[in-house]
Structures are given as structure tokens and as C-alpha cells.
């Protein structure tokens, strides 16, 4: 596959989930830059914004295997990855596989499960593997992560360990839609009644396992040349500098953000990266790995702020 095809790939995506979800083109853009960049992302909004129904069309769309855990605050590590449970009939023990062995796993509401089952997801997310009772299970190299959380809630919910949110590549924020998107909203669903799934709006398979590979491939060989190397590096650790941040990105942040900007060049249809490429990213990569200095709190900035500033200050290259 060359790059017109990525792209080619991408806009048919992103049309199939137009069908169904209005508003979050954002988000589908970011989704399509993780799924090639072998990343995930972590979706944060109120309730009965389209979180979850965007995950669906997503999966169906790019050919993926949905699967979905709701998080509770009961939910255990064992009900996510499974456990060898003993058979009577043939005196062994059987795998009995638990959702995460899919490849879109739509992580519902994933602040409202205590950190140790939270923890659950880390092996996978980093490795693609999972470990039960000492045997590992590789996970199809197309896994990815969909997590979503509420931010408006603070009744029992564990907020995620900053280890774990360093191993999303994007966190995206979903507002409510714009008064233009919610008539339209309201005029195409508001005669339907149920749930809504993604086939009933048409909502068609575009690609499969060979072609999200293949896609892949494509883009693992775009250029990054070593002035783009440097901006990103030098953009990374100015979030280690600055006095409005306690906690800056860490060096896996710089690695992930190289490789977002190479499947986002991609998807546009270019073999070779832009700064331009790097600043639009910046903000969904940046945001969930750091942390707010006291002063900068009392004073009400927020973390987009200083970061969009700081993108606004690191030279680019020319």
C-alpha cells in the first residue's frame, strides 16, 4: 500500500462514520492517527455526548473487533483478562478468555474501577500481550484501547495513575455539539426509538486485518527528518522547564508524538512530516502527561493553556 491509499483509507473511514456520528471529526482524525500508530486514546466528556456509539462505528467501519467493558467499582483484573478455570470432564484446566482479547476495546467509563484493576490494562496496552498464571497471550497486533471517563463526576471515581495515562497517545476532549449539530442531531435520530447501532445507519466495513496492516506498514516508512526529531524533542522537554508545570511529558510522550505525526502525514496523504504536523498534534498528546504547577493553579490556568503555549514558543524548524 502507498501513502494515496492511507489516505484514501482514512477518508473512506471517516466517511462511513460520518453516516452515523455528527460532530466528532476530531476525534475520528486522532482515532485514525492511533490505529496506525498502534496507539490509544482516551476519550474524556459528559455523559450522552457519543462516546461510546463513535467506538462502535469506528470498529465497524475499520473492520475491527468490538468488545466493550463497563467499569464498576467491583469489576476484578480476572473479569477483564480471564482465568483457567478447571474442567470436571477432562480433568484440565481451560482458558476461558476474557473480553480483552479483541482488537477495539472500548474501556466505558474506566476512572469508576479501582487503580488494581485499572492496572489490568497496562500489559496490554504496552505490550499486546496478557499474562495469566504465568503464560503469556499475545493480542492481535491491531489492539486498541477506547477509553472514556466523565469529568464531571467525583463520587467514586479513582482518578488513572500517571503510568497509565503515559500510555495513551491522545487524550481528546468531547464537548457538546455546535446548535447546528444538535438539530441536526435531534432530526435524524429523533424519530428512531432503541439503541442506536452503526448498521442501521448504513455504517459499512471499508477495510480488514490485511489492509489496517498494510496501512500500517506504509506509514512506518514515512521520513522523519532530524530537524523534526529535534523540534519534538526540544518541544517535549520544555514541558520539564517550565515553571507552570510540576510534572512534564516524559521521553515516551516525544517517542509517541513522532510517531503520531508520521501516520497524521500520512493520512494526508504525504510521505514525509511537517512541523505544522507536530503543533497540531501537540495538544491531544501532551495534555493527559502533565501536570499543573500550585502556582499555575491558583492563578486558573489550565493545562491546555500552557501547553498551547509552549507550542507557541518552541521554535519550529523551517
Known sequence: MNIDEVKALGDAIRGEVAKAVVGLDDAVELMLVALFASGHILLEGPPGTAKTFLAQCFARAAGLDYGRIQFTPDLLPGDILGSNLFNFQTSSFTLTRGPIFTELLLADEINRTPPKTQAALLEAMQERTVTIDGVDHRLSDRFMVVATQNPIENQGVYPLPEAQLDRFLFKYVVGYPTIEEEQRLV?????????????????????????????????????????????????????????????????????????????????????????????????????HRVLLSPAAEIDGRSVDAVVAALVEQVEAPR
Not at 232 to 261: E, K, M, N
Open 187 to 287: 432530526a435524524a435520530m429523533g424519530n428512531r426509538f432503541g439503541t442506536p447501532h452503526p448498521e442501521d445507519w448504513g455504517v459499512a466495513r471499508v477495510a480488514d486485518a490485511a489492509t489496517i496492516r498494510a496501512a500500517a506498514d506504509a506509514v512506518s516508512v514515512n521520513r522523519l527528518a532530524d530537524e523534526i526529531v529535534d523540534y519534538v524533542v526540544r518541544l517535549v522537554r520544555a514541558t520539564r522547564s517550565t515553571g507552570d508545570l510540576q510534572l512534564g511529558a516524559s521521553p515516551r510522550a516525544a517517542a509517541t508524538l513522532a510517531a503520531a505525526a508520521r501516520a497524521y502525514a500520512a493520512l494526508d496523504g504525504r510521505d514525509f512530516v511537517l512541523p505544522d504536523d507536530v503543533k497540531h498534534l501537540a495538544p491531544a498528546a501532551l495534555r
